[in-house]
């Protein structure tokens, strides 16, 4: 996975997680839009499938 892509999940997963004033789907879907400027279109695919993952087991992830 190239760094650009463990970067953006890095950001939009704590945003997920750790930020309250931020809208989940906000978040995912800057990071999948992000993902298209910067990387390939299987990366945006991936990177919002992970997202969509977390954002469902959010509430059940223990941090």
Do not use: H
Not at 3 to 26: G, P, S, Y
Not at 36 to 47: A, F, R, V
């Amino acid at each position: 996975m190239p760094a650009i892509d463990r970067n953006i999940l890095r950001i939009a997963i704590f945003e997920i997680l750790w930020v309250a004033e931020i809208d989940l789907r906000i978040a995912c879907d800057q990071a999948v839009e992000l993902a298209k400027s910067l990387s390939t279109d299987e990366s945006s695919k991936y990177i919002n499938g992970v997202l969509g993952r977390i954002i469902k087991l959010k509430d059940s992830i223990a941090i």
